[in-house]
C-alpha cells in the first residue's frame, strides 16, 4: 500500500510553494538590493556634482561691470 498523507497538510504546504514562487518572481523582477540602491544613489549624487560644477552662471550684467 501506498503512504498515508493528510490532505489538508499537504494542501497548505502546496499553497505555501506557490506563494513562495510568486514572491521570489517579484523579487527578482522588481527587487534590488540594498547595494545596488547605494550604487545608483551615488552615479545620481556624482551626476548632479557633475553638472553643477560645470554650470554657466546666472549672466547678471551688472554685476560683471
Avoid at 26 to 35: D, I, Q
Avoid at 49 to 64: K, M, T, Y
Amino acid at each position: 500500500m501506498g503512504e498515508v498523507i493528510n490532505l489538508r497538510s499537504y494542501r497548505k504546504q502546496k499553497l505555501r510553494a506557490a506563494k513562495e514562487e510568486a514572491a521570489s518572481e517579484n523579487r527578482t523582477r522588481t527587487g534590488r538590493t540594498k547595494a545596488e540602491r547605494k550604487r545608483d544613489d551615488r552615479e545620481v549624487q556624482s551626476t548632479v556634482a557633475f553638472l553643477d560644477g560645470r554650470q554657466l552662471d546666472s549672466g547678471n550684467d551688472e554685476e560683471a561691470s
